[in-house]
């Protein structure tokens, strides 16, 4: 098993940042990619951004290329993502996520492990 814990979310104005932490613990050898998500009240949890776990390559949703970025520290087992110039639709809760599958990337079926999420708030 894999748990994962989410931190960083918050309340901020439109323009600012954040960053989100995703700290993995358990059976972190097993995970060949981490990714985050987000869900907005009465919308389907969407894709964020992925990493994998060994090579570090990322992918985002196009969206959101530019003011996203994704990082880990393999040392910590955390992920951290990076949200520059947030909107106002940004506002929502933010998983993140763990797949073994090596195919698994945008889709929330091919996660095998989820944290509780985050709540983040951007206000106008």
């Known amino acids: 098993q894999v748990q994962l814990v989410e931190s960083g979310g918050g309340l901020v104005q439109a323009g600012a940042s954040l960053r989100l932490s995703c700290a993995a613990s358990?059976?972190?050898?097993?995970?060949?990619?981490m990714g985050w998500f987000r869900q907005a009240p009465g919308k389907e949890r969407e894709f964020v951004a992925a990493?994998?776990?060994?090579?570090?390559?990322?992918y985002y949703a196009d969206s959101l290329k530019g003011r996203f970025a994704l990082s880990r520290d393999n040392a910590k087992n955390t992920v951290y993502l990076q949200m520059n110039s947030l909107k106002p639709e940004d506002t929502g809760v933010y998983y993140c996520a763990a797949t073994k599958n090596p195919y698994g990337r945008y889709d929330t079926f091919t996660y095998d492990y989820w944290g509780q999420g985050t709540q983040v708030t951007v206000s106008s």
């Open positions: 990493i994998t776990w060994s090579g570090g390559n990322t």
């Open positions: 358990g059976r972190t050898f097993s995970i060949y990619a």
